[in-house]
């Protein structure tokens, strides 16, 4: 069956210019994480959604990055403003409510020159 | 404050086993992962504990110590396709990666 998927798999923009990455879920999967990877350095958490609702959004930087999941499967991470510090690997999972598997997608190579 | 500590780098002889630890401190545990990334790729899940003791699963075993805030993954008869970084992450109310171990296997 189809996995995670993430579009675009790149992105090149200019500081200042506004972003959106997307993701689709696994079919049937409740459960929605955006994370952030630099270069060397783990995964950091941004935002988690149960259904169409953010659970915990703690881990946006600031008000700049914006995620919605309307329908509760696709998902956008919108980014305003960007700035180069915004340059990483923005990766997304999905697993079924109650379930301790997360499924990342191939991830979408964020560079803001 | 959450913290997740891992070496950096290891090197390892093919056939041989190796050992990668991790130590936490955060606020609340609900378990802990460890996933499997290679370069250029997403991570890969390789095991979930959340009770104290050995789990394994193949070549690849996880044990957990939650009094001591700590965990290990081995990785026995190593191949040269588990070159990759290993990635200890503990579930709190969210679930907090590890910086990453990147695991050298020398032929």
């Known amino acids: 069956g189809a996995g995670v998927s993430q579009t675009p798999s790149n992105k090149v923009t200019e500081k200042g210019k506004y972003v959106e990455l997307r993701c689709d879920p696994i079919s049937g999967h409740t459960a929605l994480y955006w994370y952030r990877q630099s270069l060397g350095q783990g995964p950091e958490f941004l935002i988690y959604?149960?259904?169409?609702?953010?659970?915990?959004d703690s881990g946006l930087p600031n008000d700049r990055f914006f995620a919605v999941r309307p329908e509760g499967s696709v998902s956008t991470l919108k980014i305003q403003r960007t700035e180069r510090g915004d340059s990483a690997v923005y990766l997304c999972a999905s697993s079924l409510i109650g379930a301790e598997t997360q499924y990342f997608g191939p991830g979408t190579r964020l560079l803001v020159l | 404050g959450q913290n997740i500590d891992q070496p950096t780098e290891m090197t390892a002889t093919e056939g041989a086993i190796v050992q990668i630890n991790c130590t936490y401190q955060t606020s609340g545990f609900n378990g802990l992962f460890w996933y499997q990334q290679h370069a250029g790729e997403a991570p890969t899940f390789l095991s979930y504990n959340v009770l104290d003791g050995l789990e394994e699963k193949g070549r690849f075993s996880s044990f957990l110590s939650r009094s001591k805030g700590y965990s290990y993954l081995l990785l026995k008869e190593l191949q040269m396709k588990d070159s990759a970084s290993y990635l200890c992450a503990v579930r709190d109310d969210k679930i907090i990666f590890g910086k990453g171990t990147r695991l050298h296997i020398l032929p």
């Open positions: 959604f149960q259904g169409t609702g953010a659970a915990d």
